[in-house]
C-alpha cells in the first residue's frame, strides 16, 4: 500500500525490526570470528587514535614547555608509531568487516536463489520475476551497508564517544562540562534528522523503483511504442518520473546538509568554547596547554561519531525493511513437494473429477473434469481460448496440484510419487523452449545434466533433428547466444523436443505452438513430434488440424468443464461443439 508517496511496506514498527535483525544475527553465526576479529581490530584502531592527542599532550608539556629535546623526539617517535599502528589496525579490520559481509551477502543471495528454484508455477504467478530479482540485487545491495559497516561503525562509534569522553574527563573535568554544553542542541536536531532523513530516504527509494519500472516497461516495451509512434509520450513520462526523482534527492541532500552543518558548527563552537576556556584555565594555572590542546584534539574525533550514529538509524530501518522482504520470501514452503512412492514404467494417466482455482485468484478454472488416459495414447485438448486446456495440461504434468480431485498415474497419486520420479515419467514440453547461454549440446543437456554428448546425438538422432544440427559450423557445439538469436523458431522448438527425448518419459505434455512456421521447417518439427510421440502417452494442447486429426481421442474443454470426449468420428456423429468446430475448420483451412 503507499501512503503520501511513501512506500508503507518500507517501514516496519520496532517490534518487526527487533524481530528481523535478530534473524539476521542467527543468520550471520557462520562469520562470528571474523566479526570478532573485525571488532578487535575496531578497538585497536580506535584506540590508537585516541593515543594520538594524550601523547601530544606530553611532547608539548614534558618536551616543548620545558625545553627538553629528548622527551619531544620520542613523543614525535611514539606519535608516529601510533598513527602507524592505527593505520594498519583499521586496514585489517576492513579487511575483516567485507570478508564478513560479502560472506553473510553470498551465503544469502545462494540460499534465496535456491530457494527460488525450487518454487512451484503457483509462486512465480504471486511474484514477477522483476520483483524477484530486484530481492536479490537491490535489497541484498541495502543490506550490505547494514551488514558491512552498520553493526561495526555502531561498535566504533560508541567506542569512541565512551573512550574519548573518559579521556576528556580525565583531562579536565571544567573543559569537559564546557564542551558538552551544545549536547542538548545535537540531540534535538539528531532526533528530528533521524524522522526527516528516513521519510527522505523511503520517499527517494520508492521514486527509484518507479524510474526503473518505467525503464524497464520502456526498453522491453520498445517496439509496440515505436508501432504506435509514442516514444514521444513515453520520453515525456520518463522526464516526470525523472524529475520526482531528482527532487525526491534534493531534499534528501537538503535534510542532511542541514543537520550535518549543524552537527559541525557545533563542533566548531564546542571548540571555540574549550580555547577559550581552556586559555583562561591555563592563565589560572589549573591546567596545561598540552592538556587544552589534547582536549581540542579529541573534541574533534568527538563529532564524526554523533553524525555515523544518527546515519545509521536510517541504514537500520533500510535493511530491516528489505530482509523483511527478503525473508517473506524464504518463508514460502514449495506447494509443490515431493512423496516417496516410485511410478510403474508405464500406465494409464487418470484425471478423477479435478477441479482446479489458481493460487493467485479465488475464481475457479476447471470444474469436476475426468479423463482417463490410456498408456499409449494421443488425447488433443481443444476449445475457445481461456477455457482451460493449458490448466488441464499443467495439472496433469503436476506443475499445480487440484484444489479437489486426484491425478494418477500407473495407479499412483501424482502427489504421492517422489519428485524425480515425476520428472522422469511426465515431460512437459512448452510452446515455446527457453534457450540459455551456451550450446546447442548444452541445451539439451539441460533435461539430464549428466548426459554423455553420445547420448545428446542419440536423443536428437531420435526426433530427426541430428543432421540439421551437424550441419552447423561447430555441430551440436554451437553457440546460441542469449535467447538463440541466432538459432529460427522451428530450430528452437527442435532443441526443446530434444530435451524430452533424452528424458525419454512415458508421457508427453505438448503445448502446441499457435504460431506457424516456415513450411521447410515446419515439415521438420511435425516429423521430429510425430516420432517423439511415438510409443508414448501424449497430452496435446491442439491448435491445428492436423495434430487433431492425428489424435486417438479428443476432449474439448469449454469454460471449465469437459464438454465432449471422443474419437473424431464420434464427435463429429454427435453433431455438437466439435463438429461445428471441425466443420469450421475444414472450410477455411487449406490442411
Ligand atoms: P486455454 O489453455 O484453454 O486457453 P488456460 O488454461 O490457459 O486456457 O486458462 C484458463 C483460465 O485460467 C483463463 O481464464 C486464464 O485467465 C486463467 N489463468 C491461466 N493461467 C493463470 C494463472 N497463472 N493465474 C491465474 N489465472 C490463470
Redesign the pocket.
Given at each position: 500500500m503507499r501512503v503520501g508517496g511513501v512506500a508503507e511496506d518500507d517501514k516496519l514498527d520496532k517490534e518487526q525490526t527487533r524481530a528481523v535483525l535478530r534473524r539476521a544475527i542467527g543468520m550471520a553465526k557462520p562469520f562470528r570470528r571474523t566479526i570478532a576479529g573485525a571488532l578487535g581490530f575496531v578497538l585497536l584502531s580506535t584506540l590508537g587514535l585516541l593515543l594520538g592527542p594524550v601523547i601530544v599532550r606530553y611532547g608539548i608539556d614534558s618536551g616543548i614547555d620545558v625545553g627538553d629535546r629528548s622527551v619531544l623526539r620520542n613523543a614525535v617517535i611514539a606519535y608516529v608509531a601510533v598513527v602507524a599502528f592505527a593505520y594498519l589496525a583499521a586496514r585489517q579490520q576492513y579487511i575483516f568487516v567485507n570478508r564478513a559481509g560479502e560472506g553473510f551477502l553470498r551465503a544469502l543471495r545462494i540460499r534465496t536463489f535456491d530457494h527460488i528454484q525450487k518454487q512451484s508455477?503457483g509462486f512465480f504467478?504471486r511474484y514477477q520475476s522483476g520483483v524477484l530479482i530486484s530481492r536479490m540485487t537491490a535489497d541484498i545491495e541495502s543490506m550490505a551497508e547494514l551488514v558491512q559497516w552498520g553493526l561495526l561503525q555502531f561498535v566504533a562509534a560508541v567506542f569512541l564517544i565512551v573512550i574519548a569522553l573518559m579521556l576528556m574527563l580525565a583531562l579536565s573535568w571544567q573543559l569537559t562540562i564546557a564542551a558538552l554544553l551544545v549536547m542538548p542542541v545535537i540531540i534535538i536536531a539528531s532526533r528530528k534528522f533521524q524522522r526527516d532523513s528516513n521519510d527522505a530516504y523511503l520517499e527517494v527509494r520508492e521514486r527509484v523503483g518507479q524510474n526503473l519500472s518505467e525503464l524497464q516497461e520502456g526498453i522491453a516495451g520498445v517496439r509496440v511504442i515505436q508501432a504506435y509512434a509514442q516514444e514521444g509520450e513515453q520520453t515525456r513520462q520518463f522526464v516526470a518520473s525523472n524529475r520526482s526523482l531528482y527532487r525526491s534527492h534534493v531534499h534528501s541532500i537538503r535534510v542532511s546538509t542541514w543537520y550535518f552543518g549543524l552537527v559541525e558548527a557545533m563542533g566548531v563552537f564546542a571548540t571555540a568554547l574549550a580555547i577559550g576556556i581552556g586559555g583562561w584555565l591555563v592563565g589560572r594555572g589549573d591546567v596545561t596547554i598540552g592538556t587544552v590542546v589534547a582536549f581540542v584534539l579529541l573534541l574533534s574525533q568527538l563529532f564524526e561519531p554523533v553524525q555515523q550514529l544518527s546515519q545509521l538509524y536510517n541504514t537500520v530501518q533500510s535493511s530491516a525493511a528489505a530482509l523483511d522482504k527478503l525473508f517473506t520470501i524464504l518463508d514460502t514452503q514449495p506447494d509443490v513437494e515431493g512423496g516417496e512412492q516410485e511410478f510403474p514404467e508405464r500406465g494409464e494417466l487418470v484425471v478423477d473429477a479435478i477441479g482446479f482455482t489458481?493460487p493467485?485468484?479465488d475464481q475457479p478454472?476447471l470444474r469436476d473434469v475426468s479423463i482417463a488416459v490410456g498408456d499409449g495414447e494421443r488425447l488433443a485438448l481443444v476449445?475457445?481460448?481461456?477455457?482451460?486446456?493449458?490448466?488441464?495440461a499443467k495439472l496433469m504434468a503436476r506443475l499445480y496440484d487440484p484444489t479437489i480431485g486426484t491425478i494418477s498415474f500407473g495407479g499412483v497419486d501424482l502427489r504421492d510419487a517422489t519428485l524425480d520420479s515425476l520428472r522422469d515419467r511426465v515431460v512437459v514440453v512448452p510452446q515455446e523452449g527457453f534457450l540459455f547461454g551456451g550450446s546447442i549440446a548444452d541445451n539439451v543437456r539441460i533435461a539430464r545434466a549428466e548426459a554423455t554428448d553420445d547420448e545428446l546425438r542419440e536423443a536428437l538422432d531420435a526426433i530427426g533433428a541430428l543432421d540439421r544440427f551437424e550441419e552447423f559450423e561447430d555441430g551440436i557445439h554451437t553457440e546460441v547466444r542469449e535467447r538463440g538469436s541466432r538459432l529460427s523458431a522451428g530450430e528452437r522448438q527442435l532443441v526443446s523436443l530434444a530435451r524430452a527425448a533424452l528424458v525419454d518419459p512415458a508421457v508427453l505434455v505438448l503445448d502446441e505452438a499457435t504460431s506457424s512456421l516456415d513450411p521447410g521447417t515446419e515439415l521438420i518439427v511435425e516429423g521430429a513430434l510425430e516420432k517423439l510421440m511415438q510409443g508414448r502417452t501424449t497430452i496435446v494442447?491442439a491448435h491445428r488440424l492436423s495434430t487433431i486429426r492425428t489424435a486417438d481421442r479428443i476432449a474439448v474443454?469449454d469454460a471449465?468443464e469437459l464438454a465432449e470426449l471422443g474419437t473424431h468420428d464420434e464427435l463429429v456423429s454427435l453433431g455438437g461443439r466439435y463438429a461445428a468446430l471441425a466443420s469450421a475448420w475444414e472450410s477455411s483451412l487449406p490442411t
Open positions: 508455477l504467478d489458481y493467485s485468484t478454472v476449445g475457445p481460448t481461456g477455457a482451460g486446456k493449458s490448466t488441464v494442447v474443454i471449465g
